[in-house]
């Protein structure tokens, strides 16, 4: 019985602590999107100023 209860035990901490990790994983993903979120509106500013100064050049 003592062996059993300490069976499941070790199965709940291993649980707990593949639940955290998929937690640490969820919070790196959404500062992954964010980081990306981010870039992308920098390049897309870049590409219209680019879009500008291309656009003085006459052929």
């Known amino acids: 019985m003592a062996r059993s209860v ?3 035990a070790t199965s709940a901490n291993h ?3 593949n639940i955290t ?3 640490q994983s969820a919070t790196n993903i959404s500062e992954a999107a964010e ?3 981010r870039t ?6 870049v590409v219209t100023e ?5 656009g003085r050049f006459r052929y």
């Open 40 to 45: 992308t509106y920098t390049v897309a500013g």
């Open 21 to 23: 990790g998929v937690a």
């Open 35 to 37: 980081h990306a979120a």
């Open 50 to 54: 680019l879009k500008t100064t291309v």
């Open 15 to 17: 649980i707990a602590a």
């Open 6 to 8: 300490s069976d499941a």
